[in-house]
Every structure is written in structure tokens, then in C-alpha cells.
């Protein structure tokens, strides 16, 4: 039990590091400015012009493609690589201001949150290595070898479930506003607070959305031993294209990972670090 006080003191003490802080509001711009590149990414493939994956690995493929990208693909790294240990601290000591299951809940999250941002700043540092690997490749040759037998078919059916699960708790997350509780909206206008609100609704409805989609091709990959279907992002993406009405639908999908990335700059400023 002193042990565990301890860990809990020192990761409390290391939490409240200035340039910690400092570092974790440029992660969020960061963030912000993959997804609302995977946005472009999302409307290229809505109608038709794009052969870049529809994922973060692409987006970020695309940001190191531009001017000063590979500067901008370490900075973006970098915060990344802050958001985590942030998200890292919280998950061993933070929330203090829930108790019983709702912190629980906070803590799993913030470890997923961990797992996203160490994967996204690694990928950050491969795509400025000139890594030409695709994430959507590799993820469907996992696939094919779990599905080899059928233990692993349901391992990978069950990862679809979890997926899906996460979408649309991100939808029942936007549209009731929770992520509300983690801003300073004391230090908002009456505007800024509309405005963040409304981008917030629409980017986890739209974020959410799309994972569950991701989630149900992989359970459909699983049943079906169909890995060409379990390609996470990517996929869910240009599935949406191919329904009637499916390119309208991806480009609204698209305005909600924008809203998503433009959340996230606000989040910079106000979020509770």
C-alpha cells in the first residue's frame, strides 16, 4: 500500500510539471491538425481522388509530404509523445474529482488514450523516417494469420465488438456533452463555450461513427474469414463511399472529423491538464 501511495505521489507531482503542460497543449494542435488532414483524406475518397489511405498513417504521410513537414511530424511527435505521459499519470493517479466506477471508467480510458498517442508519435517518427509501410496492409495480414484457426477468429471478432463499443461511446459521448467536464469552459465566453460545445458534439458523433463502423466490418471480416474487410479506418471509409447516398454521407462524416480537429485547438487552451 506505501508503494502504491508513493507511485501515486510522485506521478501526482510529475502531472503538474509545467513543461509537461506546456508540451501536452501542443500535442492537442497537433492531434488536432491529423485529424482534420484525415478529414481531406476522407473527402479525397468520397469522391474518388484519393489512393492515400483514409487513416492517421495517411494523414501523417500527407503532412510530411508538404513544406517544413518533417519538422512539423517531430514537433507533432513530440506532443504526442507528452499527451501520453500525461495521459499516463492520470491513469495512475488522476480523476480525483470522481469517485467509484466513473473514475474507474476515466482511468481505463486514459490508458487507451496512452496506447492512440504512443502509436500515433511512433508512427509520426516512421513516416519521418520514410517508412513506406501501410498500416492498413498490416493490419489485414494480422488478420489473415488469426484467422488461421478459430480461436483467433474470435479474438478478432471480440477486438470488432470492443470497437465498435468504442464508437459508439464516443457518439453517446458527444451528443450528451460529456467532454465538457474536462474544459475550463469557466474561462470561455458565452460564444466560445457555443462554439466549442457544437464542435465537440459533432466531432465525437462523427469519430464515433466511423469506428463503429471499422468495429462491424471486423466482426463481418471474422464470421465471413474475410480480412480484406478488417482494415480498420481505412476501410470503414471507403465502405461508407460505396452505399447509395455514400459519398454525401462520407463528406458530411468528413465535416465532423474537421470539427473533431478544430475541437482540438480549443482543447489546447482549455482543457484541464
Given at each position: 500500500?506505501?508503494?502504491?501511495r508513493?507511485?501515486g505521489?510522485?506521478?501526482?507531482?510529475?502531472?503538474?510539471?509545467?513543461?509537461?503542460?506546456?508540451l501536452?497543449?501542443?500535442?492537442?494542435?497537433?492531434?488536432?491538425i491529423?485529424?482534420?488532414?484525415?478529414?481531406?483524406l476522407?473527402?479525397?475518397?468520397?469522391?474518388?481522388?484519393?489512393?492515400?489511405?483514409?487513416?492517421?498513417?495517411?494523414?501523417?504521410?500527407?503532412?510530411?509530404?508538404?513544406?517544413?513537414?518533417?519538422?512539423?511530424?517531430?514537433?507533432?511527435?513530440?506532443?504526442?509523445?507528452?499527451?501520453?505521459?500525461?495521459?499516463?499519470?492520470?491513469?495512475?493517479?488522476?480523476?480525483?474529482?470522481?469517485?467509484?466506477?466513473?473514475?474507474?471508467?476515466?482511468?481505463?480510458?486514459?490508458?487507451?488514450?496512452?496506447?492512440?498517442?504512443?502509436?500515433?508519435?511512433?508512427?509520426?517518427?516512421?513516416?519521418?523516417q520514410?517508412?513506406?509501410s501501410?498500416?492498413?496492409?498490416?493490419?489485414?495480414?494480422?488478420?489473415?494469420?488469426?484467422?488461421?484457426?478459430?480461436?483467433?477468429?474470435?479474438l478478432?471478432?471480440?477486438?470488432?465488438?470492443?470497437?465498435?463499443?468504442l464508437?459508439?461511446?464516443?457518439?453517446i459521448?458527444?451528443?450528451?456533452?460529456?467532454?465538457?467536464?474536462?474544459?475550463?469552459?469557466?474561462?470561455?465566453?458565452p460564444?466560445?463555450?457555443?462554439?466549442?460545445?457544437?464542435?465537440?458534439?459533432?466531432?465525437?458523433?462523427?469519430?464515433?461513427?466511423?469506428?463503429?463502423?471499422?468495429?462491424?466490418?471486423?466482426?463481418?471480416?471474422?464470421?465471413?474469414?474475410?480480412?480484406?474487410?478488417?482494415?480498420?479506418?481505412?476501410?470503414?471509409?471507403?465502405?461508407?463511399r460505396?452505399?447509395?447516398?455514400?459519398?454525401?454521407?462520407?463528406?458530411?462524416?468528413?465535416?465532423?472529423?474537421?470539427?473533431?480537429?478544430?475541437?482540438?485547438?480549443f482543447?489546447?487552451?482549455?482543457?484541464?491538464?
Open positions: 500500500m506505501s508503494l502504491t508513493n507511485a505521489a510522485t506521478a501526482a507531482q510529475a502531472r503538474n510539471s509545467r513543461w509537461l503542460e506546456l501536452t497543449r501542443a500535442g492537442f494542435i497537433g492531434y488536432g491529423v485529424h482534420l488532414l484525415l478529414a481531406w476522407a473527402l479525397q475518397i468520397a469522391f474518388g481522388r484519393s489512393g492515400e489511405e483514409g487513416n492517421q498513417n495517411g494523414a501523417l504521410r500527407t503532412l510530411g509530404e508538404q513544406p517544413l513537414g518533417k519538422f512539423l511530424l517531430i514537433a507533432m511527435a513530440v506532443g504526442l509523445f507528452a499527451m501520453a505521459i500525461w495521459q499516463a499519470f492520470e491513469a495512475i493517479s488522476g480523476h480525483v474529482s470522481k469517485t467509484g466506477k466513473e473514475r474507474l471508467f476515466e482511468r481505463i480510458a486514459s490508458v487507451v488514450r496512452v496506447v492512440v498517442f504512443v502509436w500515433l508519435g511512433w508512427t509520426a517518427i516512421k513516416v519521418f520514410d517508412a513506406s501501410n498500416a492498413s496492409d498490416q493490419q489485414q495480414q494480422l488478420s489473415e494469420k488469426l484467422m488461421a484457426s478459430d480461436g483467433g477468429r474470435w478478432v471478432g471480440l477486438a470488432g465488438l470492443a470497437l465498435a463499443g464508437g459508439i461511446g464516443m457518439v459521448y458527444g451528443l450528451k456533452k460529456k467532454f465538457e467536464r474536462n474544459l475550463k469552459t469557466g474561462e470561455m465566453s460564444k466560445t463555450r457555443q462554439l466549442t460545445r457544437r464542435l465537440g458534439m459533432a466531432g465525437y458523433a462523427a469519430r464515433g461513427a466511423v469506428f463503429a463502423v471499422a468495429g462491424v466490418l471486423v466482426v463481418v471480416a471474422a464470421v465471413n474469414y474475410d480480412p480484406e474487410k478488417a482494415r480498420g479506418l481505412d476501410a470503414a471509409l471507403r465502405t461508407l460505396d452505399q447509395a447516398y455514400g459519398p454525401w454521407l462520407l463528406a458530411l462524416m468528413a465535416l465532423g472529423i474537421a470539427a473533431f480537429g478544430v475541437y482540438c485547438f482543447q489546447s487552451r482549455y482543457r484541464k491538464v
